[in-house]
């Protein structure tokens, strides 16, 4: 979670200001960024459950490499969502001021 999220971070703070920047390479900081937002919000709903598992559900059995197995749906859910999105709306990842 945190790695995702200062990779997000310095990601938006180098690459964010549109300063004579070709629009491919903008339209590439953009996309990253979206992925790298909703992976942040993946990884929350992961470790939230994980909290919940650990707190709530005491008694019941836990299930063995839990985060292996939900660090495969934080990786593919947020890629879906991007790739259909950067596929049906490609140009709206740009704008006049801002990538």
């Known amino acids: 979670l945190t790695s995702t999220m200062l990779l997000a971070m310095v990601l938006f ?14 339209k590439a900081v953009a996309i990253a960024l979206h992925y790298l937002w909703l992976a942040v919000f993946m990884w929350t709903v992961v470790e939230s459950y994980n909290l919940y598992v650990l707190f709530i ?11 292996l197995k939900f660090a495969a749906l934080v990786v593919l859910i947020p890629g879906v969502i991007v790739g259909l999105t950067a596929g049906f709306s ?3 990842y740009t704008d006049d001021h801002y990538c």
């Not at 559900?57 to 985060?67: D, E, H, K, Q």
């Open 13 to 26: 703070i180098g690459g964010a200001k549109r300063d004579n920047v070709d629009e491919t390479v903008c």
């Open 57 to 67: 559900r005491i008694l019941s059995a836990r299930s063995s490499r839990f985060i």
């Open 90 to 92: 490609y140009d709206s």
